[in-house]
């Protein structure tokens, strides 16, 4: 059975710092191009990060460049999202998501920024 599990949001202040990670398995995680989504109530679904396979190549949304960062370690098939400098516009449920053959999707975490 294919599962991504992220773990790691919850409530935090202004100018803080979050570790989001994604546990998967049930497929060959090495050989996937992984990324984070993120989605606020009523708004569409908006990619915030990617990375390679290796881990070679990564993107960001210009919103989040310079304040997030994503990795992953293909020997505990896991990826992360470390956040810092978090604003209130960060808030959202962050979801993480598999490209192979197949695209799977994991539950969501959700992420709030408030004072």
């Known amino acids: 059975q294919v599962q991504l599990v992220e773990s790691g949001g919850g409530l935090v202040q202004p100018g803080g710092s979050l570790r989001l990670s994604c546990a998967t398995s049930?497929?060959?995680?090495?050989?996937?191009?992984m990324s984070w989504y993120r989605q606020a109530p009523g708004k569409g679904r908006e990619l915030v990060a990617s990375?390679?396979?290796?881990?070679?190549?990564?993107r960001y949304a210009d919103s989040v460049k310079g304040r997030f960062t994503i990795s992953r370690d293909n020997t505990k098939n896991t990826m992360y999202l470390q956040m810092t400098s978090l604003k209130p516009e960060d808030t959202a449920v962050y979801y993480c998501?598999?490209?192979?053959?197949?695209?799977?999707w994991g539950q969501g975490t959700q992420v709030t920024v408030s004072s």
């Open positions: 049930g497929f060959t995680f090495s050989n996937s191009f």
């Open positions: 998501k598999a490209v192979t053959n197949y695209v799977y």
């Open positions: 990375i390679s396979s290796t881990g070679g190549n990564t």
